[in-house]
Nanobody
Framework: QVQLRESGPGLVKPAQTLSLTCTVSGVSITTNYQFWNWIRQPPGKQLEWIGYISNSGGTAYSPSLESRTSISRDTSKNQFTLHLSSVTPEDTAIYYC???????????????????WGQGTQVTVSS
């Protein structure tokens, strides 16, 4: 069974970089036709797609966030990591990692397009 788990800080100070790691079990993140995504949900708002890294290492980012976003991977650990720089309180959200088996760059998230999700981790940006 494929499982994803987010890890990282729950509290980040403004202007710092948020780093969250998703650890995947049950499948190699290098297996073909897989796209490993970061998604977030700010309080009271809709799910927002952040970006992905594909099984081959290619990346795609939401236009609204790409200037501050980087997604990398460590294939030896079967992990991929989100780096979101220059955070503000507007970045406070629940952050999820999730898998899709097709490429997609839609900012609005349809949960049904992702077959596996992590449990989510709350990140608060505050001084």
């Amino acid at each position: 069974q494929v499982q994803l788990r987010e890890s990282g800080p729950g509290l980040v100070k403004p202007a710092q970089t948020l780093s969250l790691t998703c650890t995947v079990s049950g499948v190699s993140i290098t297996t073909n036709y897989q796209f490993w995504n970061w998604i977030r949900q700010p309080p009271g708002k809709q799910l927002e797609w952040i970006g992905y890294i594909s099984n081959s290492g290619g990346t795609a980012y939401s236009p609204s966030l790409e200037s501050r976003t980087s997604i990398s991977r460590d294939t030896s650990k079967n992990q991929f990591t989100l780096h979101l720089s220059s955070v503000t309180p507007e970045d406070t959200a629940i952050y999820y990692c999730a898998r899709k088996t097709r490429p997609g760059r839609r900012i609005g998230v349809d949960r049904g397009e992702y077959d596996y999700w992590g449990q989510g981790t709350q990140v608060t940006v505050s001084s």
